[in-house]
């Protein structure tokens, strides 16, 4: 996959987002998302030597369409202006913690990880788990690449107060606030443009690697 040119091509969308346009151009269009669906199984490949439950899994059923569901949106452009796939168990729509790839122009580039709406099942178990050992998250956490590729830490949306039965004096109450428990790695525009395939291919790999920890403990802890 050529980043720069899918950059150009969806920052053209952005500026054309209708369907006349979209169809004049579906050749350019089919061509970037064989490529990219060749990255996704390139990046399945590798993450499934650690861990196996994503070997065997389509590429397609982990790449998100391109088409939005406008039914319910108040804004009704027809297509989404980023490329992105999800690596877990599932596909795209499985609900363990998992990896993501976004590649889109004006910043919309990411790769993050982790658990996105948990279910208040999931919820509930993480937050127990960090409240009763939170040592191993703050472990893993710190060992590198994670400091450097994610340095914001934890993202995401968090309550205002306290969850039910936690005390708001509680060393963790940050991470017990969270409504989802995420990292996200941002690649700005000129840094996307300016890796070659082969490099932009790789860095993506290394930060969805770097996400595999984080993932595999929320895996365990979700389970409850």
Same mark, same amino acid.
């Given at each position: 996959?050529?980043?720069?040119?899918?950059?150009?091509?969806?920052?053209?969308?952005?500026?054309?987002?209708?369907?006349?346009?979209?169809?004049?151009?579906?050749?350019?269009?089919?061509?970037?998302?064989?490529?990219?669906?060749?990255?996704?199984?390139?990046?399945?490949?590798?993450?499934?030597?650690?861990?196996?439950?994503?070997?065997?899994?389509?590429?397609?059923?982990?790449?998100?369409?391109?088409?939005?569901?406008?039914?319910?949106?108040?804004?009704?452009?027809?297509?989404?202006?980023?490329?992105?796939?999800?690596?877990?168990?599932?596909?795209?729509?499985?609900?363990?913690?998992?990896?993501?790839?976004?590649?889109?122009?004006?910043?919309?580039?990411?790769?993050?990880?982790?658990?996105?709406?948990?279910?208040?099942?999931?919820?509930?178990?993480?937050?127990?788990?960090?409240?009763?050992?939170?040592?191993?998250?703050?472990?893993?956490?710190?060992?590198?690449?994670?400091?450097?590729?994610?340095?914001?830490?934890?993202?995401?949306?968090?309550?205002?107060?306290?969850? *039910?039965?936690? &005390?708001?004096?509680?060393?963790?109450? !940050?991470?017990? #606030?969270?409504?989802?428990?995420?990292?996200?790695? %941002? =690649? *700005?525009?000129? &840094?996307?443009?300016?890796?070659?395939? !082969?490099?932009? #291919?790789?860095?993506?790999?290394?930060?969805?690697? %770097? =996400?595999?920890?984080?993932?595999?403990?929320?895996?365990?802890?979700?389970?409850?």
């Amino acid at each position: 996959m050529n980043p720069a040119a899918l950059l150009n091509f969806l920052q053209d969308l952005a500026r054309h987002n209708e369907r006349d346009w979209f169809q004049a151009h579906k050749a350019t269009y089919d061509q970037l998302r064989l490529d990219f669906e060749q990255d996704v199984a390139y990046w399945l490949r590798e993450l499934a030597q650690d861990e196996p439950a994503l070997a065997g899994l389509d590429p397609k059923k982990c790449s998100f369409r391109i088409y939005r569901d406008v039914r319910f949106s108040k804004v009704k452009v027809p297509y989404k202006t980023h490329f992105s796939a999800y690596f877990a168990a599932g596909g795209k729509h499985g609900t363990a913690p998992g990896r993501y790839v976004q590649i889109g122009p004006n910043g919309q580039t990411l790769v993050a990880g982790g658990l996105y709406e948990p279910t208040k099942e999931q919820l509930a178990a993480v937050r127990q788990e960090i409240d009763y050992q939170a040592e191993g998250l703050q472990q893993l956490l710190a060992v590198a690449p994670t400091p450097q590729l994610f340095p914001q830490g934890m993202v995401g949306e968090q309550l205002k107060k306290m969850p *039910p039965g936690y &005390d708001a004096t509680h060393p963790e109450a !940050a991470w017990l #606030r969270h409504k989802s428990y995420l990292l996200s790695h %941002a =690649l *700005p525009d000129a &840094d996307v443009r300016r890796l070659q395939p !082969a490099e932009f #291919r790789a860095h993506v790999l290394a930060a969805l690697r %770097a =996400l595999g920890p984080f993932c595999e403990w929320l895996r365990e802890a979700s389970a409850g």
